[in-house]
């Protein structure tokens, strides 16, 4: 009930490509869901979030899309950049709660 | 931009030793929490802490975890006596108010080693 899955584990994408990475959740009463980047010696830092009553949200390059039916969310890297290269983290909460955070995925960009 | 500061960067700590890891959250901020993460795997829920007590913990937070906001900057973990499978990353984040509205900002962590 707590859980989040996410895949895949690695993604290798080209420098301009779109990367995509997808999370599922099992308990409804998450209503809070963010995407975390992390660089290696650094913290989780928020990229994105988005909540259940929307379908999707934009900022840039990175877009959340929100499948509230089948408990699914991902996001959409566009233009795939080196710099982009990092451990992404979906996560779902409740507002005053904890985060319960998917695997990981170690995204790698090539030049 | 405001940041969540955590220290150590690294505590390097004998078995059985106490070790006390250290937090200044954002100023504003009043949710407060504690995560780790073992190498190479998905960041955990220790405990969340609003309104000088605990709110919630998870299995991991044991009786040789306590937490503590001594004053009105600093937000500490306290592992009594430590064990091997304590050695991870550890992170704070905190969270303004009203919370529904707020993502949690984290620190970029301590290293802890434990020997």
């Known amino acids: 009930q707590q859980q989040v899955k996410q895949s895949p584990q690695s993604l290798i994408v080209q420098k301009g490509g779109i990367s995509i990475i997808n999370c599922a959740y099992e308990?409804?009463?998450?209503?809070?869901f963010p995407w975390y980047q992390q660089f290696p010696g650094k913290g989780p830092a928020l990229l994105i979030a988005i909540r259940p009553d929307v379908s999707e949200k934009k900022e840039g390059r990175f877009t959340i899309s929100f499948n509230k039916s089948a408990k699914q969310f991902s996001l959409h890297i566009m233009d795939s950049q080196p710099g982009d290269s990092a451990t992404y983290f979906c996560a779902a909460s409740r507002p005053t709660g904890k985060l319960i955070f998917g695997q990981g995925t170690t995204l790698q960009v090539k030049p | 931009e405001p940041e969540v500061t955590q220290t150590p960067s690294h505590q390097v700590t004998q078995m059985g030793q106490e070790v006390i890891l250290r937090c200044v959250p954002i100023?504003?901020?009043?949710?407060f929490y504690w995560y780790r993460q073992i190498l190479g795997q998905k960041v955990e829920f220790l405990v969340s802490?609003?309104?000088?007590?605990?709110?919630?913990k998870s299995e991991i937070f044991d009786d040789q975890f306590s937490v503590e906001r001594p004053d009105g900057s600093n937000f500490t973990l306290k592992i009594r006596s430590t064990k091997l499978e304590d050695s991870a990353m550890y992170f704070c984040?905190?969270?303004?108010?009203?919370?529904?509205?707020?993502?949690?900002?984290f620190g970029d962590g301590t290293r802890l080693s434990i020997l």
């Open positions: 308990n409804t009463a998450f209503d809070y």
């Open positions: 100023s504003n901020h009043l949710y």
């Open positions: 802490f609003y309104n000088n007590e605990i709110s919630e």
């Open positions: 984040a905190s969270k303004g108010d009203p919370p529904s509205n707020q993502p949690q900002h």
